[in-house]
């Protein structure tokens, strides 16, 4: 049995709980009031909580929302194990996600997932329905890992993302705060629209996701490793809260084809498209409509 490395010092900010869930302490962060609707956002690969930007965040609590935020399992602050050997499957991250809603007793929440993490939402929703109210499906998929699991009928990834994965990258010092965020940022850039990166707010998320891991090398590397998951996309249809499908129209990992299926395959599902807008969280250009737009999807 592996053992989980030490979880990281507990100072970042006196919002932080720790809260145990399915044999691991994942690290929380809440904005608003308590008492109001809560949402609970879910990040997608190696991602920490801080994809969720502060400013994003306050935005949807000053909306009246409870808003929730949480690093997955070997990245941020919560429990991580040793690089290249995660011992849990992409089913534990559904786990941990529902187990997490258990714990902080907030009864059903509107839930909202990016890229893996939309694809953790689907299988909330599916599996555990009791916990969720509504969702909102960022840059997903209904077939997440659609290289190890062809779905003939969903578009490919673009052939320029393709050859940017076949390109050597050097690896960076790991404890070189300047090359990691790089690093990050270099990784970003195929994955972008027509729509500018913002390369400031970007390297701010990297610098302070690098300040707040425990193991930046396994926070980036152990997520990849695992499984991915049972196909969820013949259960689809038995989803029955209300759905919202925000997707870029130039998502080179997941093309706008893939938003358009879930918002075909869900019942009543809507598809809002992001012009110009590639695989990656709404950029704060977008957010004057995107922010709207999940005040709107989860007031009812």
């Known amino acids: 049995m592996t053992?989980?490395?030490?979880?990281?010092?507990?100072?970042?900010?006196?919002?932080?709980?720790?809260?145990?869930?399915?044999?691991?302490?994942?690290?929380?962060?809440?904005f608003g009031d308590p008492a109001a609707p809560p949402v609970l956002l879910i990040s997608g690969t190696a991602?920490?909580?801080?994809?969720?930007?502060?400013?994003?965040?306050?935005?949807?609590?000053?909306?009246?929302?409870?808003?929730?935020r949480y690093d997955h399992r070997d990245?941020?602050?919560?429990?991580?194990?040793?690089?290249?050997?995660?011992?849990?499957?992409?089913?534990?991250?559904?786990?941990?996600?529902?187990?997490?809603?258990?714990?902080?007793?907030?009864?059903?929440?509107?839930?909202c997932g990016v890229s893996m993490g939309g694809a953790v939402a689907q299988r909330l929703a599916?599996?555990?329905?009791?916990?969720v109210?509504?969702?909102?499906?960022?840059?997903?998929?209904?077939?997440?890992?659609?290289?190890k699991r062809p779905h003939p009928d969903l578009p490919p990834i673009s052939?320029?993302?393709?050859?940017?994965?076949?390109?050597?990258?050097?690896?960076?010092?790991?404890?070189?705060?300047?090359?990691?965020?790089?690093?990050?940022?270099?990784g970003q850039r195929p994955l972008a629209g027509a729509l500018a990166i913002e390369e400031t707010r970007l390297r701010r998320i990297a610098g302070r996701m690098f300040d707040r891991s425990g193991d930046i090398a396994t926070?980036?590397?152990?997520?990849?490793?695992?499984?991915?998951?049972?196909?969820?996309?013949s259960s689809l249809a038995r989803i029955a809260v209300p759905t919202l499908v925000v997707h870029g129209t130039e998502d080179p990992l997941f093309p706008l084809g893939h938003g358009e299926a879930l918002a075909d395959e869900i019942p009543d599902?809507?598809?809002?498209?992001?012009?110009?807008?590639?695989?990656q969280m709404p950029p704060a250009a977008t957010w004057e409509t995107v922010v709207p737009a999940i005040l709107a999807h989860t007031a009812g």
């Open 269 to 279: 599902a809507r598809l809002l498209p992001l012009a110009g807008v590639g695989h």
């Open 75 to 111: 990245t941020g602050r919560s429990t991580g194990f040793p690089s290249g050997e995660p011992p849990y499957r992409f089913d534990d991250l559904v786990t941990d996600a529902a187990v997490l809603l258990e714990q902080l007793g907030v009864g059903p929440a509107h839930v």
């Open 3 to 30: 053992t989980p490395r030490a979880t990281s010092q507990r100072v970042h900010a006196a919002e932080e709980r720790f809260i145990p869930a399915n044999d691991v302490e994942l690290c929380v962060e809440t």
């Open 219 to 233: 926070s980036l590397s152990n997520h990849w490793m695992i499984d991915g998951g049972s196909d969820y996309r």
């Open 133 to 147: 109210s509504s969702l909102t499906l960022l840059s997903t998929s209904p077939a997440l890992r659609v290289n």
């Open 47 to 68: 991602c920490s909580m801080d994809w969720w930007e502060d400013d994003l965040c306050r935005r949807l609590a000053a909306g009246d929302r409870f808003v929730i």
């Open 159 to 186: 052939p320029a993302l393709l050859a940017s994965f076949a390109e050597e990258r050097p690896t960076p010092d790991w404890t070189d705060r300047a090359a990691v965020i790089d690093h990050v940022v270099a």
């Open 126 to 131: 599916i599996e555990h329905p009791h916990l």
